[in-house]
């Protein structure tokens, strides 16, 4: 599994960081709008990295 998906694992792995980060600043000023943006950028994470697996899938067949 780790060979075939090593790229999608490390940009998951960096995309969390980066809305935990992000997450971070923001609930110090608004909790809500942190939280939408926490819950928007893990949705466009998830599909961006799916999608680009998905590509890069099909495209070595």
Not at 23 to 30: E, H, M, N, S
Request: proline share 0%.
């Amino acid at each position: 599994m780790w060979k075939a998906n090593k790229g999608a694992i490390i940009a998951l792995l960096i995309g969390f960081i980066c809305l935990g980060i992000a997450w971070g600043c923001l609930v110090r000023q608004d909790k809500q709008l942190a939280d939408q943006v926490l819950c928007a950028g893990i949705c466009v994470l998830l599909f961006v990295v799916a999608s680009v697996n998905w590509y890069f899938a099909r495209r070595g067949q």
